[in-house]
């Protein structure tokens, strides 16, 4: 029973807060800011993530890379072919 109760006030709340809001008005340059805000914030990490992308590029050592003489073992792949080839139980 009291989660009932409990449950009712809730969506009683959220019904008269939205009818609220539908009846509050703002002026067209908070809404402009509004959309400028949200546009800066969705592309934030375009943004900054970018720079600091780049600046720690400038900071980190880069990887060894590998050196094409060197043989590659096919020793892997002849187990998964071993596997693959056993009959399923």
Do not use: H
Not at 7 to 13: D, E, I, K
């Amino acid at each position: 029973m009291r989660v009932w109760l409990a449950c009712f006030f809730v969506l009683f709340a959220l019904a008269e807060f939205f009818d609220w809001v539908k009846e509050l008005s703002l002026p067209l340059p908070i809404y402009i800011l509004g959309g400028a805000f949200l546009a800066v914030a969705s592309n934030y990490d375009k943004i900054v993530g970018s720079y600091f992308s780049n600046a720690m590029a400038e900071l980190l050592p880069q990887p060894p890379k590998l050196d094409s003489s060197t043989p590659i073992s096919l020793s892997m792949l002849n187990s998964i072919e071993e596997v693959q080839k056993t009959p399923q139980e």
